[in-house]
């Protein structure tokens, strides 16, 4: 069974100051990871993902998450948070077979100013 | 491009009603993915389909969901009749095609609230 846990259930930080939003999995063989922001009212967006290749990839807005195979890590980080990434953020995983997306519970990142 | 479109926005019934949500997703793209989003949790699959075919629905509640894909584009979830505990977020994805790698897309959701 592939999982995905997201430990925080929230995490603040000043406008300016770097952030990172922790998600590790679970899962048989080489996972695909996957991460997802939801504002208000919004579905979700996508923001960035890791198949294969380089351990830090880059997505929208800024945002960048490092892979890491020997702690099953992949936690999201930007260098300088902005009010406007106060948001819900989801992690994903996928195995090879396919099919779903296996999402974690969601952290919720508010960034002060 | 366009996104995924969905209606209605919000939904509000009694519970031992009927309700259906409506899904378009973006063209060209076989797969399409119906989720559930209970309040506080990350979406679950309820049903996926590849073109018109249904390729999961482990987890979608047969005895009172359905869902259809006629013409293998816009889709429709119904759910009748409701529970109370069916008040959710239905979002519906839609992805290229149906690998490990095909990033979904999500559209903004249906709000159910039954009473």
């Known amino acids: 069974a592939q999982s995905v846990a997201q430990p925080e259930d929230q995490v603040n930080v000043a406008e300016g100051n770097p952030l990172t939003v922790k998600c590790t999995y679970s899962?048989?063989?080489?996972?695909?990871l996957f991460w997802y922001v939801q504002y208000p009212n919004r579905g979700l967006q996508f923001l960035l993902k890791?198949?294969?290749?380089?351990?830090l990839v880059k997505g929208s807005y800024g945002f960048e998450a490092e892979f890491n195979k020997s702690q099953t890590s992949f936690h999201l980080k930007k260098p300088s948070a902005l009010v406007s990434d106060s948001a819900l953020y989801f992690c994903?995983?996928?195995?090879?077979?396919?099919?779903?997306?296996?999402f974690g519970k969601g952290t919720s990142l508010l960034v002060t100013p | 491009e366009a996104g995924v479109a969905q209606s209605p926005r919000y939904k509000i019934i009694e519970k031992r009603q009927s309700v259906a949500f409506w899904c378009n997703p973006i063209?060209?793209?076989?797969?399409l993915y119906w989720y559930q989003q209970i309040l506080g949790q990350g979406p679950k699959l309820l049903i996926q389909?590849?073109?018109?075919?249904?390729?999961?629905d482990s987890q979608l509640p047969k005895d009172r969901f359905s869902a259809e894909r006629l013409k293998g584009v816009d889709s429709t979830l119904k759910i009748q009749p409701a529970k109370l505990e069916d008040s959710a977020v239905y979002l519906c994805?839609?992805?290229?095609?149906?690998?490990?790698?095909?990033?979904?897309?999500f559209g903004p959701g249906t709000r159910l609230t039954v009473l």
């Open positions: 063209s060209g793209h076989a797969t």
């Open positions: 994903a995983v996928r195995d090879q077979s396919g099919y779903a997306l296996n």
């Open positions: 994805a839609s992805s290229l095609g149906r690998t490990g790698t095909d990033t979904q897309y």
């Open positions: 389909f590849q073109n018109n075919g249904v390729v999961d």
């Open positions: 899962v048989s063989g080489n996972p695909y």
């Open positions: 890791y198949i294969t290749g380089d351990n």
